[in-house]
């Protein structure tokens, strides 16, 4: 396969790190000056896809001296959602299938499961359908919104395909997440009502558990490039290894031991 086969894949912290070992490799054989390798450790460690990984190595040999690319491209992407799992079935009697908001507001989140078809109606009011981590009652769920000077806001996670049907008077339904292709076996959420004065807004979220999980790695990987600056800052004064600090201690001592000597000398 081709370095631009599948550049939008995510990479994981081990590819990152294969590129790591492949740039050290080539600064201790004098490929890169120091300059370039930091400038491409730097690279390294922000990118996030393939497609920003493979350009960093594509001008050096591999261990064998054989160019070629730097991370594998074959991987099949993670079927992030588990939809299998959570397509339950059911009749809608076991789930919430409406809600009112007249001068108020209402709120479906969390683990709950959405029904094959959800009305809901918001008069002077808003409401919010947070579908992150829903349960889905059937592969093709319908989300039938009303509102009437006020909003209604549908939060769908990454990998969902969404339809929007609805109608608008003075009023409209958000579009934005509309042709964005769904996973293998992820649900279909069709989004349709009327709006007067009114909107019904789709957005598209990561879940609150990913969104944790994105942060921690963003902390773990600025760590690391801290501890590599300063892996390389050491490097820098001392680029042979031969330990500066304690040559000089010994030198001096050694000199001291000279001078005590001639001094005993007279």
């Known amino acids: 396969m081709t370095d631009d086969a599948a550049p939008d894949l995510r990479a994981s912290d081990a590819d990152r790190e294969r590129v790591v070992d492949i740039l050290r490799d080539a600064l201790a054989e004098g490929r890169l000056d120091m300059e370039e390798f930091e400038e491409r450790l730097d690279a390294t460690y922000k990118a996030r896809t393939y497609g920003e990984l493979a350009p960093i190595t594509r001008d050096l040999p591999a261990a064998h001296g054989v160019a070629v690319p730097a991370v594998s491209l074959t991987k099949d992407p993670e079927q992030g959602g588990n939809w299998a799992d959570r397509i339950v079935g059911g009749g809608d009697e ?78 409209g339904f958000d579009h934005r997440e509309e042709g964005v292709p ?7 959420v069709i989004v349709t009502g009327f709006a007067f004065w009114g909107g019904v807004g789709v957005q598209r979220k990561l879940p609150r558990a990913e969104k944790q999980r994105l942060r921690e790695e963003r902390r773990r990987e600025k760590l690391e490039r801290k501890a590599a600056r300063h892996q390389l800052d050491g490097s820098r004064h001392d680029p042979l290894g031969l330990n500066l600090h304690g040559l000089s201690d010994r030198h001096a001592e050694e000199h001291g031991e000279r001078g005590r000597r001639h001094d005993g000398g007279r």
């Open 182 to 188: 769904g996973e293998p076996g992820a649900p279909r």
């Open 94 to 171: 076991d789930t919430s299938t409406w809600a009112v908001a007249v001068m108020s507001g209402f709120q479906r989140k969390g683990h709950w499961t959405a029904p094959r078809r959800f009305n809901c109606f918001a008069f002077w009011g808003g409401g919010e359908i947070d579908l992150r981590e829903a349960n889905f009652a059937d592969r093709e769920v319908v989300i039938n919104a009303v509102a009437v000077m006020g909003g209604i806001d549908v939060i769908v996670p990454p990998g969902v395909e969404v339809v929007v049907r609805g109608v608008g008077v003075m009023g």
